[in-house]
């Protein structure tokens, strides 16, 4: 990484709990959190987003997984499209449902709200953020305005993990392989990219 992790900090409660809650879901800490454990205050902040996320979930995990997913391989951040393939698992998405991720729009292996999703995850990513109204027409089809929000909550989180994480060059730590027999892979990152951004 180019910053280096947190000095080890036994006595403060938000990275203790965080290294062993990190441990217990992954077996390992993860990078990214020993980088966040430099801030206390920004690693507390980190925790309640992702905790909040997690609860809004529940309903809509599968395709919450796929509009992550297509964040960081946009980003292209290896560290956050190897946890967010390891957490796909914890859903209803295949292997080759997820290898399919990069070429939605060719392999046709989704329905309209998943692939309005994708959609939303890419007009996101891309600057200017520009959502057409085509897609947020399908969205609202399909759901509430509130799960909406959710779902543009989870892309826009995904986008602050995945450029943080890839500019500081924090590594992936093979969760995806290790979970799937050394076969954790998205199908490439460099499929529908967003637009360039504008200056």
Same mark, same amino acid.
């Given at each position: ?115 309005? $999703? ?63 027999? $050394?076969? $954790? ?15």
């Amino acid at each position: 990484m180019r910053i280096g992790p947190a000095p080890h900090r036994p006595w403060n409660p938000v990275v203790r709990l965080s290294y062993r809650e990190s441990r217990r879901r992954t077996g390992t800490v993860l990078p990214s959190l020993r980088l966040y454990a430099r801030l206390p205050s920004l690693l507390t902040a980190f925790g309640v987003m992702d905790t909040v996320l997690a609860g809004l979930r529940r309903d809509r995990r599968r395709l919450h997984a796929l509009v992550g997913l297509r964040a960081a391989m946009l980003v292209d951040c290896p560290f956050c499209i190897d946890l967010q393939i390891w957490e796909s698992r914890f859903t209803t998405l295949s292997a080759e449902e997820i290898g399919a991720v990069s070429q939605w729009r060719q392999r046709g292996s989704f329905g309209e709200l998943e692939s309005a $999703g994708l959609a939303l995850a890419e007009q996101m990513t891309a600057t200017p953020a520009d959502v057409d109204d085509e897609t947020f027409r399908i969205l609202r089809k399909h759901l509430t305005d509130t799960e909406i929000l959710a779902l543009a909550a989870v892309v826009g989180w995904e986008n602050f993990r995945a450029r943080v994480a890839k500019a500081l060059h924090c590594p992936p730590v093979h969760l995806a392989a290790a979970a799937t027999g $050394g076969t $954790g892979s998205a199908g490439g990152t460099d499929a529908a990219r967003p637009a360039p951004t504008r200056s």
